[in-house]
């Protein structure tokens, strides 16, 4: 999976056919699960027709269960087949993804409506350095970028896009604040009155 940082605005990087993008929209970074992610189910498989072969080979099984070696590898092949049909992509306005082997899903999200971001790493993937961006949103939506190189940086990479958007700060100076305070508490106290 490709990962873009982007930088330079002269380079118009027109992004994934599946995410329409608006003229002035930039991808800031894109990528997608680790493909090492399926070495577990790659591993049952070939110990899955390892056993099955070697049990017809020494007559344990009739050489009719060879025919059971596709239900061996089958999982190993759909695990790859999902991880490499997802993609993430996070623009200057929204979080994306895009996963299904059969169909298609894809979900978007405003940055501006994100209210939190979490990352979690198994023992695994702090070790080898992967793990989950899970995204909440205002509303109850969540979508997260699983098992993606770097997340602390992707995390990072959300929240200064959220920053962005949101401006950082409260705008207007503590005086400002104070006197629409006090204007506020005027007009309570004289609607009290009445």
């Known amino acids: 999976m490709t990962k873009t940082d982007r930088t330079d605005s002269a380079a118009v990087d027109p992004g994934p ?3 329409p993008l608006e003229d002035d929209e930039e991808i800031r970074w894109q990528g997608g699960p680790r493909v090492q992610t399926v070495l577990p189910s790659a591993a049952f498989a070939v110990a899955g027709t390892i056993a099955l072969l070697a049990a017809v080979g020494l007559e344990f099984l009739p050489a009719v269960a060879v025919l059971g070696v596709p239900l061996a590898v089958a999982p190993a092949l759909w695990q790859y087949a999902r991880v490499s049909k997802t993609a993430f992509v996070v623009t200057d306005a929204v979080a994306a993804t895009r996963h299904g082997v059969l169909g298609r ?3 978007t999200v405003s940055l501006e ?3 939190n971001t979490t990352v979690e790493q198994d023992p695994i993937g702090r070790f080898v350095g992967y793990g ?6 205002a509303g109850g939506t969540e979508i997260a970028f699983w098992n ?10 959300l929240e200064a896009e959220r920053e962005r958007l949101s401006g950082g700060e409260v705008p207007g100076s503590r005086e400002q604040w104070t ?9 309570r106290h004289l609607l009290e009155r009445r």
Do not use: N, S
């Open 148 to 157: 993606v190189e770097e997340p602390a940086a992707i995390r990072d990479r």
């Open 105 to 107: 899903t894809v979900r």
């Open 179 to 187: 006197a629409v305070l006090e204007e506020v508490r005027a007009w």
């Open 17 to 19: 056919e599946w995410l």
């Open 113 to 115: 409506r994100i209210q």
């Open 132 to 137: 989950t961006v899970t995204i909440e949103t």
